[in-house]
């Protein structure tokens, strides 16, 4: 399971303003001393027993549910989602994108929040943009996850914390190979899977191995590196763990289901006859990194399959240098 920031998760909580957040659920609050109260919509309430205290961004009911909490705790409550979903709901209000928690936008200017202008009488689930399609064909879509994972690498630390912590610190090497990070988000930008469009593109997602049977993502808590083929259509996923104190039996690197297909970074056999071999993909971005372009990677030991063999063969490979562990 990914990490949210705990920078990230203060910063929400700090940021965003309680009151204009409960108020927008249509709850009319008053002042009284320090705090605001208000009727709590989450029992049966006739004499105010919600309080909001502006000073610490805090609620509490004193009435019949005795819930409070921060401004997750109330999205949680009133829309019925998980905490992480409360945390994406929250960012897409405030139009708040990823940047290391810092408080700041790319350009080091001060974030403005984004408060609806008027209270709304009825919440809903907020409905954060989609962009899948049931109707795309499945390499299309495969693409798009790609790309959607490749964006969420872009504007998480955590993921950019792990490539620190294995000295994969080339300024072009995210973009260049298209390095994604899965982190349990995309089901939230999917159609509702109990409408037929979520239940097609759900049914696609599990065909292409992204998705489980269970429904969570097959890559969650992962660094994701796509493998192409010529034409420019992702045909391989490779995922490695961020952490390494998981619970026993836990599955460290992981692929989609089937036979290997792609021959990553092919490129540069096109350009080199000498070829460097790793066991894995990681090693591969280490050497490339470290200024040896002319470098792939098998998938893992045994990984080492026909398509590459081929490829040697297309490309005039005259020699393989191999380094394995």
Not at 198 to 211: D, N, S, V, Y
Not at 212 to 227: A, C, M, N, Q, T
Not at 264 to 272: M, Y
Request: aromatic share 8%; hydrophobic share 35%; net charge neutral.
């Amino acid at each position: 399971m990914a990490r949210l920031v705990d920078d990230e998760l203060e910063r929400l909580k700090q940021e965003v303003s309680l009151q204009d957040l409960v108020e927008s659920y249509g709850v009319e609050l008053k002042k009284k001393g320090k705090d605001l109260i208000g009727l709590c919509p989450f029992h049966p309430d006739k004499n105010p027993s919600l309080v909001v205290t502006p000073d610490k961004n805090l609620w509490h009911c004193l009435g019949a549910c005795q819930e409070g909490g921060s401004v997750i705790d109330w999205v949680m409550k009133s829309e019925g989602v998980s905490f992480r979903h409360a945390v994406e709901i929250l960012k897409e209000r405030e139009g708040i994108g990823g940047n290391g928690g810092n408080g700041n936008g790319r350009n080091g200017e001060a974030v403005t929040m984004a408060v609806p202008p008027k209270p709304v009488k009825q919440s809903t689930v907020l409905k954060l943009d989609s962009p899948f399609e049931s109707s795309v064909e499945t390499q299309a879509l495969l693409n798009r996850v790609s790309e959607f994972y490749h964006e969420a690498l872009k504007q998480q630390a955590e993921g950019m914390e792990y490539l620190q912590q294995r000295s994969l610190k080339h300024p072009e090497m995210i973009d260049h190979f298209k390095l994604g990070l899965s982190q349990r988000t995309l089901c939230y930008r999917l159609p509702e899977k109990n409408r037929k469009a979520g239940a097609e593109i759900r049914g696609k997602l599990q065909e292409l191995g992204i998705l489980r049977e269970s429904g969570h993502e097959h890559f969650s808590g992962s660094l994701v590196i796509p493998i192409f083929d010529e034409t420019g259509n992702v045909v391989e996923m490779y995922g490695r763990k961020l952490r390494n104190d998981l619970r026993k039996g836990t599955a460290y690197h992981l692929y989609l289901p089937g036979p290997h297909r792609g021959v990553w970074n092919f490129q540069a056999l096109a350009v080199s006859k000498e070829i460097i071999l790793c066991e894995a993909l990681i090693d591969a971005l280490t050497f490339w990194c470290y200024g040896f372009r002319n470098v792939t990677a098998s998938y893992g030991i045994n990984g080492f399959t026909k398509e590459h063999m081929e490829a040697f063969k297309r490309y005039g490979t005259e020699k393989v240098l191999i380094a394995y562990d």
